[in-house]
């Protein structure tokens, strides 16, 4: 049986699409992939970004993800809206809005949104302010995760500005540190919350007020 741009007989790409199944919470037992699976990529570039919003201490995942419904209304597989992968906040919880390989709204320069690249945002505009320690140590343990399942270069880290007339990610990112993050001591664990499960909170503590105006 063949699905267009899917072979069944290929093992490797449906051990491929079931781990990005299971990754995202979705049905393992497949023979054809759903929609936004059809054309996944296997990721060779992580590219580094701020969100250059200065919120010291604020959780900024509802305002970026409505910010960015607003501007390019792209619905991900796991429910957000966000157009990167990862968003780390500055408490150093690592929020995932996108699933690894796929389609995103982060950078449109060289192809780099087709899948073949893992966009992380750091929370904070770092052109302005140095990120907190608890990005930098979530940056290097999501970093070594990342570059590890996906046999990804360190070389291949790269910033927004690399790619496009930005400052992103400010001043106060150095490539050179980052890519040294890679290979530092062996990093804890990720926590990584989807980001279906943590909308659909704030979703309901809106709600909460709502009803008690």
Not at 136 to 151: G, N
Not at 174 to 193: S, W
Request: with cysteine.
């Amino acid at each position: 049986m063949r699905t267009q741009g899917y072979n069944t007989t290929n093992k490797k790409k449906r051990y491929r699409i079931k781990r990005l199944l299971k990754e995202t919470g979705r049905r393992t037992n497949v023979t054809s992939p759903p929609t936004f699976l059809k054309n996944m990529t296997k990721p060779t570039y992580i590219l580094i970004h701020h969100s250059a919003v200065l919120n010291s201490n604020v959780e900024q995942l509802g305002g970026i993800n409505n910010y960015h419904k607003d501007k390019w209304n792209f619905k991900s597989s796991l429910g957000s809206y966000i157009g990167y992968n990862y968003l780390i906040e500055f408490n150093g919880k690592v929020n995932q809005t996108r699933a690894n390989g796929e389609t995103t709204a982060a950078c449109y320069q060289k192809g780099m949104n087709d899948g073949r690249c893992i966009h992380i945002c750091l929370t904070g505009n770092l052109d302005v302010n140095k990120p907190k320690d608890p990005q930098v140590f979530a940056l290097r343990d999501l970093l070594k995760k990342l570059t590890k399942e996906f046999d990804i270069s360190k070389d291949n880290i790269v910033f927004h500005k690399d790619y496009s007339s930005t400052v992103c990610p400010g001043k106060y990112m150095n490539l050179d540190f980052v890519r040294g993050l890679v290979g530092e001591a062996k990093p804890k664990k990720v926590k990584i919350t989807t980001t279906k499960g943590q909308l659909t909170k704030i979703r309901n503590l809106l709600d909460e007020l709502i009803n008690k105006l």
